[in-house]
């Protein structure tokens, strides 16, 4: 699975995605993820990705003709990447006709959820464009993206901690990202309404700390009678 980040900030994304299990998924070859530096791809001296709105208005926007030249390298850069042990060793790349979908974070986007991003997991190649400043010209969205998302109903300074949060999610439905067997695997389990699966408590030792005791039940031995407890005490990781 391929994530290609389009951002004006690149310097953001290794303190996270450089860490735990998007560490291990990207040093197995499970997930790949490239940052494309969107202000590479401005023209001019100053290097100047946005400009004031066409009629007035408060804030910059981001210009079409920098997002679409960066769309081109991400995209012919993750077309060479599909074939990729070639490109890897710097051999000539093998020519590749997958087309990325290009997704826009922004606040009026479809919502992100568990759903989506299982199904999102499916794709080979994404490009998450991270938007800054007041948003973008209109025709991004017209003319260069697949799809919009929206991490939830709040306005963020920048979209590449949504981005990060998409590649964190999806990247769990990639198959061998979460160790087999691992309790933790079930976790990304969906239910039928596209809600986080349901979880019980669960306790660890000591089985009693500062009064707070861990359930009789769970410490008796029965089998029985503990999963009959979890199957009581399961409920959903969103309430
Ligand atoms: C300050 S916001 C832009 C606000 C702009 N008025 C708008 O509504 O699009 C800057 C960028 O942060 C990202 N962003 C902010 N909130 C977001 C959210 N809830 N979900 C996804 N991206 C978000 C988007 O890329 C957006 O272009």
């Not at 993750?78 to 990325?100: D, F, I, M, Y």
Request: glycine share 8%; charged share 25%; aromatic share 6%.
């Amino acid at each position: 699975m391929n994530f290609n980040v389009i951002t004006l900030f690149p310097k953001m994304f290794e303190p996270i995605l450089g860490e735990s299990i998007i560490k291990k998924a990207r040093q197995s070859g499970l997930v790949d993820i490239e940052i494309t530096d969107l202000r590479k791809f401005a023209e001019d001296k100053h290097h100047t990705v946005d400009d004031t709105p066409y009629g007035g208005g408060t804030g910059m926007l981001l210009k079409v003709d920098v997002m679409d030249r960066a769309l081109k390298e991400a995209t012919s850069n993750r077309q060479q990447a599909a074939g990729s042990n070639e490109a890897k060793q710097n051999l000539p790349p093998v020519p590749c006709t997958l087309h990325p979908i290009v997704i826009l974070l922004s606040p009026q986007g479809e919502k992100f959820t568990s759903q989506m991003a299982k199904e999102l997991a499916q794709e080979e190649n994404l490009i998450l464009i991270c938007g800054h400043y007041e948003g973008f010209d209109e025709r991004i969205r017209e003319h260069l993206v697949d799809k919009q998302v929206s991490i939830g109903d709040y306005v963020l300074t920048g979209g590449e901690l949504p981005a990060m949060i998409m590649i964190d999610a999806i990247s769990r439905f990639v198959t061998g990202v979460l160790p087999a067997g691992a309790p933790d695997e079930d976790s990304h389990s969906i239910e039928k309404d596209g809600k986080p699966a349901l979880e019980y408590p669960q306790y660890t030792k000591p089985a009693e700390y500062n009064g707070w005791k861990v359930p009789d039940v769970l410490i008796s031995g029965d089998h029985a009678k503990i999963e009959q407890w979890k199957k009581a005490n399961l409920k959903s990781a969103s309430n």
